[in-house]
T-cell receptor, first 115, second 112 residues
């Protein structure tokens, strides 16, 4: 596709349920990032993937959060037993490579609301 | 501990005048700085960047200035246009680590 796509665009879920958020990066981009933006906050780094290397999970806020990237392309961010503080816009970005100063292209985000 | 700080949550500027958005950082290991622009319901888009070996980078109406000794950078937009109304995020990357740290953003309103 022409850009990074994310689905769903909006997700409302009940507290305690699990959710899966999907990201389709730009074809050929080897690096993929997940961020979240809570109300009034900046972009909080969650996790990134680079090729076949082990992902950097240092930004994941708790063990309820996990992500995988299958085949070096599509990525899924999973939040288990959602809490109200998980409500945020979850943004995915991809870039050509991690090792060079390549810009990140962002998707439109998934707005998650936990009720 | 916020390593990239944008202390002005919002800024209003008259159309045609200069918009100056400020950003401070605390980590001296940052070597590359970026500005992103975000419209509502869209993801951020890259605007302009600067390496720590430079003190200025210009691209059309947008200029970024870097003052390493003060750990401060600013984005100048001149002349400001209505389409510049958006949230602007300052971001920085650490040496040998492509994890980018973002500020909280500044909402710019261009007044007619």
């Amino acid at each position: 596709g022409a850009g990074v796509s994310q689905s769903p665009s909006n997700k409302v879920t009940e507290k305690g349920k699990d959710v899966e958020l999907r990201c389709d990066p730009i074809s050929g981009h080897t690096a993929l990032y997940w961020y979240r933006q809570s109300l009034g906050q900046g972009l909080e780094f969650l996790i990134y993937f680079q090729g076949n290397s082990a992902p950097d999970k240092s930004g994941l806020p708790s063990d309820r959060f996990s992500a995988e990237r299958t085949g070096g392309s599509v990525s899924t961010l999973t939040i288990q037993r959602t809490q109200q503080e998980d409500s945020a816009v979850y943004l995915c970005a991809s870039s050509l490579s991690q090792g060079v100063r390549s810009e990140q292209y962002f998707g439109p985000g998934t707005r998650l609301t936990v009720t | 501990d916020q390593q990239v700080k944008q202390n002005s949550p919002s800024l209003s500027v008259q159309e045609g005048r200069i918009s100056i958005l400020n950003c401070d950082y605390t980590n001296s290991m940052f070597d590359y700085f970026l500005w992103y622009k975000k419209y509502p319901a869209e993801g951020p888009t890259f605007l302009i960047s600067i390496s720590s070996i430079k003190d200025k980078n210009e691209d059309g109406r947008f200029t970024v200035f870097l003052n390493k000794s003060a750990k401060h950078l600013s984005l100048h937009i001149v002349p400001s246009q209505p389409g510049d109304s958006a949230v602007y995020f300052c971001a920085a990357r650490r040496n040998r680590d492509d994890k980018i740290i973002f500020g909280k953003g500044t909402r710019l309103h261009i007044l007619p």
